[in-house]
């Protein structure tokens, strides 16, 4: 089973009415349904692509989905009399095996961006491994893009309270951080400083590498303080079914990304500013890094070179990154025995409650009551649950 997402109803309930996303999704599942087709909906929040593909047409669908909100399900398909078409999986789709490759699979698991946690894997293992030969993939393309933004607004966290603040205290030393942390943004063009440009297409049909390198260009078409660079993509859900969240375009839920620049810098038109764009997969979380380079011109003798990162906007304690160091030699701990011992009953066909009693009579100094035992027990197992 999957862990929760951290989506709340509420969340879900504003995807459904962010538009134009629902109604181009809606459309492109209708486009591409073909009468009593199998459909596999990955990541399906409470069902809400599964009852819309029974609608037009699917003859059986595969609701995937580890969030709770999966549970709404099949009360939601049976006021909506397909209950008896659709199948609950209560897990993520890389662990799901079908008993027939699906037709049609449609899945919204990005975040602000297309790059968020294991989307392109999930959808590389569901391309490979769930689709029958000939089957659509709904959303079918995502273009990246990029310009660099004039936004004192979105800047104004890299600098209160680190340079200045109400209390005049010296606290530069979170500056460094605050300038290699992105942020969510909704800017209109008037913010560009320079014109947009793609820096990578990620086609669901043909994709591998859930990695992105890519180096752009900009020349600034109006002189003006560039603050940072911003990211939003293009969607293409079926052919010629689109929507975008970038500037001018009606707001979605997914917002832009705002990556600030380690200083602002005032750009004259005509002057031109260099971004290397990497975004790499590190551990199931991506990292993004942004190397700007800006030229000389009338403010600069020499070219302005900015190397910034998600990395280095984590504050990392020395004392939680030694145990991961190779030539650490652990320490047995009183709280390993106390796990060691409960899991060493786990498989004996015993009740929560049993284990719990026991290891409450086994250590009776650590565990005040069988409440205290029982919330221990259940918390170790439930780590066990990826
Ligand atoms: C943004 S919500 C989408 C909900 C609904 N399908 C919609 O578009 O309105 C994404 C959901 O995908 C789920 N998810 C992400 N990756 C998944 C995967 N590989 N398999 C199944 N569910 C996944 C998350 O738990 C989350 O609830």
Redesign the pocket.
């Known amino acids: 089973m999957?862990r929760?997402?951290g989506?709340d109803i509420a969340?879900?309930g504003l995807?459904?009415e962010?538009e134009p996303?629902?109604a181009v999704?809606a459309e492109a599942l209708k486009r591409a349904i073909t009468p009593g087709c199998t459909v596999i909906?990955?990541?399906?929040?409470?069902?809400?692509?599964s009852m819309l593909a029974c609608k037009y047409g699917a003859g059986e669908v595969i609701a995937?989905?580890?969030?709770p909100?999966v549970e709404l399900i099949m009360p939601m398909a049976q006021a909506n009399g397909c209950a008896n078409k659709i199948t609950v999986?209560r897990?993520?789709?890389?662990r799901?095996t079908p008993e027939r490759k699906a037709d049609v699979i449609?899945?919204?698991?990005?975040g602000i961006t297309p790059l968020f946690?294991?989307?392109i894997?999930?959808i590389v293992?569901?391309r490979t491994r769930l689709l029958a030969e000939g089957g659509r993939l709904v959303p079918m393309r995502d273009t990246l893009r990029i310009a660099p933004v004039h936004s004192p607004r979105h800047y104004q966290p890299c600098v209160r309270p680190w340079l200045t603040n109400n209390y005049g205290l010296d606290l530069s030393a979170g500056h460094p951080y605050a300038v290699n942390l992105s942020a969510p943004a909704q800017l209109e063009p008037a913010a560009f400083v320079a014109q947009p440009a793609s820096f990578a297409t990620l086609d669901y049909r043909t994709i591998v590498d859930p990695n992105v390198d890519a180096t752009v260009e900009f020349v600034a078409d109006r002189t003006d303080t560039v603050h940072g660079l911003l990211i939003w993509f293009e969607a293409e859900i079926g052919e010629r079914l689109r929507f975008c969240n970038g500037p001018g375009e009606p707001p979605l839920?997914y917002q832009q990304k705002f990556l600030p620049l380690e200083q602002p810098v005032r750009l004259m038109a005509g002057e031109g500013l260099t971004a290397r764009i990497r975004v790499q997969m590190v551990d199931g979380k991506y990292i993004w890094s942004w190397d700007t380079d800006i030229a000389p011109g009338a403010q600069r003798a020499e070219t302005l070179r900015f190397r910034q990162s998600t990395f280095k906007g984590a504050v990392f304690s020395p004392d939680r990154l030694r145990p991961h160091a190779h030539d650490q030699v652990p320490q047995a701990t009183a709280q390993m025995a106390i796990d060691a011992a409960c899991l060493a009953l786990v498989g004996e066909g015993r009740t929560l409650e049993d284990i719990a009693v026991a290891i409450m009579e086994r250590y009776p100094d650590r565990f005040g009551d069988k409440m205290d035992a029982l919330g221990h027990v259940t918390k170790l197992l439930e780590s066990y649950r990826s």
Do not use: L, N, Q
């Open positions: 999957g929760p997402t989506y969340s879900f995807m459904i962010c996303r629902m999704y909906d990955i990541g399906a929040g409470f069902g809400i692509f995937i989905e580890p969030d909100a999986i897990d993520i789709s890389t799901y449609v899945s919204d698991i990005r946690e294991h989307h894997a999930s293992d569901a839920v």
